[in-house]
């Protein structure tokens, strides 16, 4: 229980008026930088780094923190409102979240998405607090193989749960591996697919292929429709907060099976996207009401949301108690740490005690700092909605380029997200699902690497997989995942058949 | 000693002709990596650095093009000929790159201005590990079955030429495993799923310190010489050279700036001058220690005459090592 005194220290740091300051600052500048696709996160930390150089460590780690949050609660702002999300794991919460914004319910949107990302991210935060040490420890139990198994797990539990046509479900996965293996393989590190063209030999970048596929292909949706010149019917409704808050307890059991995968994959370096899907996948099938995901369910915006935020949380502890970085932005925060002259890794909790409580403790406060202004401008941004799209389509349309240029600063890229858009296009007209082919460019890689490292280590050995009970249960689960969706699928048909059984 | 004046000659030189030309714009450092990673770190302690001491009237910036390992970077500097507000900062990969890719661009095409320090590399192993010695290693790689897992930040890169360079010579086959970063691989060492790894000394030190991992020998020819205590009871110059042990492969990895080519003298002069003042100010000194780097500060014929032997040097061993693409 020291811990508790150590974070009670912490909050005397933290509250102090100039990083209260800071706090406000950075979570501004966050939600600047989050709404601008592309520049969210690494970038935008990134820029703001030098202008920490003079300020004492604790200072700086909260502004730049705290600019994080902004970002991750800016991100779900233009995916419920365009359809385009602003970071990787914002792309489940634009699967309800659009919809609603589209049938007037932005504000509820927006109100349950930046609820649900608190609630994941103090769920997060107070892991960090209380189990840190044996976090860090159970970490270093992730090898190749185990490694493999969590995005395994992965790939099951969202192709098991989903309910689209299970072969449009595997042409969509496909076609996402087939993107993630372009460019440098980091395995033998030969070129794959770049067919002699320089820009591609980095690979896709997954961000680009996003704001192409979700944002240019709405777009051009929209335009096929005819140009409206009417805004939707928005009303700007200061009370709509609390109001969304008032349905929130009936979805507690959702909140807490997010904060569970979140935290679960957060540790397990899984990281928040894959956060993200398994949770929108595991309210789908869980849900009463899991029918109707995708047409505008707040529990959609909530499952996902607060998954992603819980994971991005937890992944700040690998980076502090182990020094590696779970994402970009903390691979920035990382070298920022070593700027100021300061070492992650185990010992950090041991030799800068007041550095490391601070930011835990400034990790409540930003929380909190961060609800409070996104809250009080949600009626603002749903009101957006009332502008008619003609007016915003361009303004749409710079924005998904600079997002798309900023993410490596290659010119290529606003090409590559301009076919990409035409690609999303033909993708919902010929009612193939996105979701999976997003999954598969951001984890198949990753997955191909730890499959094919496991394999080297073991001398093609595929045994590796079932070698302990880590790795092993793993694999169970989700092998389990993967055959419950049609099973249940088959039981509940076979039931309906019966009519005793009908309700 | 006629060098030593000559040198001096042209550093007095360099810095009367420094006042003859100044940027007129904000310079920009491309780092041809992405944010976070030691190229980065060293561009932006050098942006700290020129802002406090007030080297310079104009801003530097640093901006992050890790698209194609640095290919797209350094096709970029090719096209920028005779801009003289385009830094590039570099490593190994400058070599290395475009000889595994064949991206029409090398050194060549650059000015050079400066190398800045030498990094390192280390032979590291679990704390907990029996090897203790590059006698120990040369007899668990022999005895292991499936080969010994040897681990390192990507494939065909430093850490692999260097664990090629190792094993080739002490006879024993070994299973090369490439992870995404050194980072990634010293903690795949401390949870103990390699047993050997390749890494510079930033990317293990933290989990040294922590009493995860430890570091075997260093392949420098000569001990890294901080002697301020990293861990409890060690310092870096108590780490052994593996050649001390036998060892007679040696590898460092140069740190250096480049300019477009096509830039007039006077403003290469600029550069050399002012990177000269960066390396002697105590936060470099700092930044060096922090990461174990050797200061090592070359300019003029020395810095071409260094690019042009370890380029030699890189080539023969990718040929051996077979990384060089054969189509």
Redesign the interface.
């Known amino acids: 229980m020291e811990n508790i005194v150590y974070l009670l220290d912490g909050f005397q740091v933290a509250l102090s008026l100039h990083n209260l300051l800071f706090m406000l600052i950075g979570v501004l500048l966050g939600i600047v930088v989050g709404v601008l696709p592309g520049l969210g996160g690494?970038?935008g930390v990134?820029i703001l780094?030098?202008l920490t150089?003079?300020m004492d460590p604790t200072s700086a780690i909260i502004l730049l923190t705290s600019i994080y949050w902004g970002a991750l609660f800016g991100g779900a702002i233009t995916a419920v409102l365009f359809n385009i999300p602003g970071e990787p794991w914002s792309v489940a919460t634009t699967f309800d979240g659009y919809p609603m914004a589209q049938q007037g319910r932005a504000g509820e949107a927006l109100t349950a998405a930046f609820t649900a990302s608190f609630v994941g991210a103090i769920s997060g935060v107070m892991l960090i607090t209380f189990l840190a040490p044996l976090v860090a420890k159970f970490?270093?139990?992730?090898?190749?193989a185990e490694f493999f198994a969590v995005f395994f797990l992965t790939f099951c539990s969202f192709i098991g749960m989903g309910k689209e046509n299970k072969a449009k479900i595997i042409v969509s996965l496909a076609f996402g591996f087939i993107l993630a293996g372009v460019g440098?393989?980091?395995?033998?590190?030969d070129?794959r697919m770049t067919f002699g063209v320089?820009?591609l030999?980095?690979g896709v970048d997954f961000l680009v292929v996003v704001i192409g596929m979700f944002g240019i292909s709405e777009i051009l949706l929209a335009l096929e429709e005819g140009m409206s010149f009417r805004g939707k019917n928005a009303k700007i409704d200061p009370i709509v907060v609390l109001r969304t808050w008032a349905q929130m307890p009936r979805y507690i059991f959702t909140f807490i099976r997010s904060c569970l995968a979140g935290i679960w994959l957060g540790i397990s370096p899984g990281g928040a996207v894959a956060a993200s899907f398994m949770g929108y996948g595991l309210a789908k099938r869980f849900s009463s009401r899991g029918e109707r995901f995708g047409q505008g369910e707040i529990e959609g915006v909530i499952a996902p949301e607060t998954a992603a935020h819980a994971a991005g949380t937890a992944a700040l502890l690998p980076m502090l108690a182990?020094?590696?970085?779970g994402s970009?932005t903390a691979?920035?925060l990382?070298?920022g740490l070593?700027?100021w002259?300061l070492?992650?890794?185990?010992?950090l909790f041991v030799e800068q005690r007041d550095f490391v409580w601070g930011l835990i403790a400034s990790m409540y406060l930003g929380n909190i700092v961060g609800l409070i202004v996104v809250l009080s401008t949600v009626p603002l941004f749903a009101a957006i909605m009332r502008i008619p799209f003609a007016l915003i389509a361009p303004v749409i349309l710079m924005m998904c380029a600079i997002g798309a240029y900023t993410v490596?600063?290659?010119e290529f890229d606003i090409w590559l997200m301009l076919i990409f858009g035409v690609v999303g296009y033909a993708f919902k007209k010929l009612d193939y699902p996105l979701a999976p082919m997003v999954l598969a460019l951001v984890l198949g890689d990753r997955a191909e690497?730890a499959f094919r490292?496991a394999l080297?280590?073991?001398?093609?050995?595929l045994s590796v997989f079932w070698e302990n009970g880590l790795v092993t249960s793993l694999m169970v689960i989700a092998l389990a995942l993967l055959l419950w969706g049609p099973i249940s699928d088959g039981l509940s048909r076979l039931r309906s058949r019966r009519p005793v059984a009908a309700e | 000693m006629k060098r030593a004046a000559l040198a001096g000659a042209a550093l007095l030189l360099s810095t009367l002709a420094a006042s003859a030309w100044e940027p007129t714009k904000s310079v920009e450092i491309i780092v041809p990596f992405?944010?976070?990673?030691a190229s980065?770190?060293m561009a932006?302690?050098m942006?700290?650095i020129i802002?406090?001491h007030g080297f310079s009237k104009e801003s530097f910036i640093?901006?992050?093009?890790?698209?194609?390992?640095g290919?797209?970077a350094m096709?970029e500097m090719k096209k920028s000929k005779g801009d003289p507000h385009k830094l590039i900062t570099t490593s190994s990969t400058i070599y290395m790159t475009p000889l595994?890719?064949k991206?029409p661009v090398s050194w060549h095409d650059f000015t050079p201005v400066a190398m800045v320090a030498q990094d390192e590399f280390g032979l590291w192993v679990n704390a907990e590990s029996p090897i203790k010695s590059v006698s120990d290693l040369a007899k668990a790689a022999k005895e292991a079955?499936?080969?010994l897992?040897v681990g390192g930040g990507?494939?065909?890169?430093e850490d692999?030429l260097v664990s090629f360079g190792v094993f080739s010579e002490l006879g024993a086959p070994i299973?090369?495993?490439?992870?995404?970063s050194g980072?990634?691989a010293?903690?795949?060492l401390?949870?103990n799923?390699?047993v050997v790894e390749t890494n510079n000394p930033?990317e293990d030190?933290?989990?040294w310190?922590?009493g995860?991992t430890r570091p075997l020998c260093v392949l420098s020819p000569k001990r890294i010489a901080y002697t301020a205590k990293v861990t409890t009871d060690m310092a870096w110059s108590d780490v052994p050279t593996c050649g001390e042990q036998g060892l007679k492969f040696t590898y460092n990895m140069l740190r250096g700036l480049f300019l477009p080519s096509g830039v007039t003298p006077e403003q290469q002069a600029y550069y050399v001058d002012l990177i000269e003042k960066v390396t002697a100010t105590p936060e470099w000194k700092?930044y060096l220690e922090?990461n174990a780097l050797k200061a090592d500060v070359r300019t003029g014929k020395d810095y071409v005459d260094f690019l042009n032997a370890d380029e030699a040097k890189h080539k023969d061993l990718m040929a051996k090592a077979g990384?060089l693409p054969t189509n």
């Open positions: 690494p970038n990134a780094l030098p150089f003079g970490a270093l139990r992730f090898g190749p440098i393989d980091t395995i033998s590190g070129m320089t820009e030999m980095s182990l020094g590696i970085p970009a691979a920035v990382l070298g070593m700027i002259g070492q992650p890794g185990p010992l490596a600063n290659a690497d490292q080297i280590g073991s001398g093609g050995d | 992405g944010p976070g990673g980065d770190q932006r302690t942006q700290a802002q406090k640093v901006v992050n093009k890790p698209a194609a390992t290919g797209e096709m595994a890719t991206i079955h499936p080969p897992k990507g494939s065909k890169r692999e299973s090369y495993i490439p992870y995404k980072g990634e010293s903690t795949q401390a949870g799923h390699i930033s030190v933290a989990n310190r922590a995860l700092e922090r990384f």
